[in-house]
């Protein structure tokens, strides 16, 4: 045993790693530290995220005035609370750094407004999603209009087929194989949501993205926001719901 203050603790140790890897993705956007970041307070928890210099720092890169690092903390910060909120079932972490998230909340509602590329803004999106908190399945639901699929399984209780839903360039479609592999296969047209009908999280989400001026997002919308049909057991279910329903 030791209490010789010259041997460092292993929660100094933590802070001088999370402390010399902030600054670095402060000054190099591309440098190796933002996936260091995700992987040691994301993917294997190494890092403490409740330490009190990584929302601070997240929220001073957000609020300035260069949009790439600005997205790369808010991305971060917000899946850092999502799974926060997963893993301990409570918002302690929100309310601990109810300032900072209020703060990051802010920077990614303004720099919403004046990003013009569909897939930044859509990660955007998430981003504030994540931040406010109030659904869990953000990062399924942006997915699915990035990457213009969504891979779910049938809501039939015996959990019938995995299904691709395809939102896109593809065309609107959902089929139980997967449609890169085959040519042949049988496809069910999708029921987008009429725009006038859509509420709640669709409704605020396309009227968004509308007045953002992203329509070709705003009308991927009205896809995620509708309906499918399972090729196999031919039921039909709503997208956004099976999205959720998945994420869990
Ligand atoms: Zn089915």
Same mark, same amino acid.
Request: no cysteine; hydrophobic share 30%; aromatic share 14%.
């Given at each position: 045993m030791t209490t010789s203050s010259s041997v460092p603790r292993a929660d100094d140790a933590d802070t001088d790693r999370l402390k010399a890897l902030l600054e670095e993705a402060v000054t190099d956007l591309d440098s190796q530290a933002w996936s260091d970041l995700w992987t040691e307070l994301? +993917?294997?928890?190494?890092?403490?995220?409740?330490?009190?210099l990584l929302f601070h720092t997240l929220a001073d890169l957000a609020e300035a005035d260069k949009a790439g690092p600005a997205a790369s903390a808010l991305h971060l910060a917000g899946a850092l609370l999502v799974q926060a909120d997963q893993r301990h079932e409570t918002r302690n972490l929100r309310h601990q750094y109810a300032p900072e998230v209020a703060r990051l909340l802010g920077a990614a509602n303004r720099w919403r407004q004046v990003t013009a590329d569909r897939n930044d803004y859509c990660h955007l999106v998430e981003a504030i999603l994540n931040l406010e908190g109030?659904? +869990?399945?953000a990062e399924g639901l942006v997915w699915g209009v990035v990457s213009e699929e969504y891979e779910l399984e049938c809501p039939d209780p015996d959990g019938c087929a995995s299904l691709w839903v395809i939102i896109g360039e593809r065309g609107y479609f959902c089929a139980a194989?997967?449609?890169?592999?085959?040519?042949d296969i049988e496809t069910f047209p999708l029921h987008p949501a009429d725009p006038r009908a859509l509420e709640g999280l669709g409704r605020r989400l396309y009227d968004l993205a509308l007045a953002d001026g992203h329509e070709e997002v705003a009308r991927a919308l009205t896809y995620a926001f509708g309906e499918a049909t399972c090729p196999e057991c031919e039921r039909r279910f709503s997208v956004a719901g099976q999205v959720a329903a998945c994420s869990t």
């Open positions: 994301y +993917h294997n928890g190494s890092l403490d995220v409740a330490h009190p109030d659904i +869990h399945w194989e997967d449609y890169a592999l085959s040519d």
